[in-house]
């Protein structure tokens, strides 16, 4: 099981740097604000590694390229349009509504990886649900925190945050493509 602990932190890593943007970018972003978030990240991690473990070896590749290029594509939008409204003049944001899509598109670019990872879990000498819930509770825990740490930085530099939020979310979509075709 310490083998699917690292394997948790390791898929973690991206939804925290959105969470942490989410945090950053939110006017008003409250404690109740992060843990929905952190819901939804858990969620989909604990899911598409169920998924992935279900689907079996013979998908790993073609699951890890698809999933690159559909998280690629995500992140360098919401990351584009975050970039742009940090120039725009302010509006009132919140994660209800319209931002539930944002939030689900996070959610769903991040766990991407946790899908070819629970296609990889069948190879360990765990089960695949309580490796699945681990890899949900260590992302719902990190994310949680890492949202709540980019509320700090956002209630200080509300523009300039935004703008980096958007920006880092472009780099960890590029990243993950640039790691899949290498």
Request: aromatic fraction near 6%; proline fraction near 2%; glycine fraction near 14%.
């Amino acid at each position: 099981m310490i083998a699917v602990f690292f394997l948790a932190l390791s898929v973690a890593v991206d939804a925290c740097a959105a969470a942490m943007c989410c945090g950053l970018e939110t006017p008003g972003f409250q404690f109740r604000d992060g843990l929905r978030l952190a819901c939804w990240f858990g969620a989909f991690q604990t899911g598409m590694s169920l998924i992935g473990g279900l689907a079996g070896g013979e998908l790993n590749e073609h699951v890890r390229m698809l999933g690159a290029v559909i998280a690629f594509g995500l992140l360098l939008y919401l990351g584009g349009v975050q970039l742009l409204s940090a120039f725009q003049p302010q509006s009132c944001r919140t994660l209800s509504g319209l931002e539930r899509r944002k939030i689900a598109a996070l959610a769903l670019a991040t766990s991407l990886d946790a899908l070819a990872v629970g296609v990889s879990l069948a190879y360990l000498a765990v089960g695949l649900v309580p490796a699945a819930l681990v890899i949900g509770a260590v992302t719902l825990l990190l994310t949680l925190l890492s949202a709540l740490l980019g509320r700090q930085g956002g209630q200080r530099f509300h523009r300039g945050a935004s703008a980096c939020g958007g920006a880092v979310l472009m780099l960890i979509g590029t990243r993950i493509l640039v790691e899949a075709l290498v």
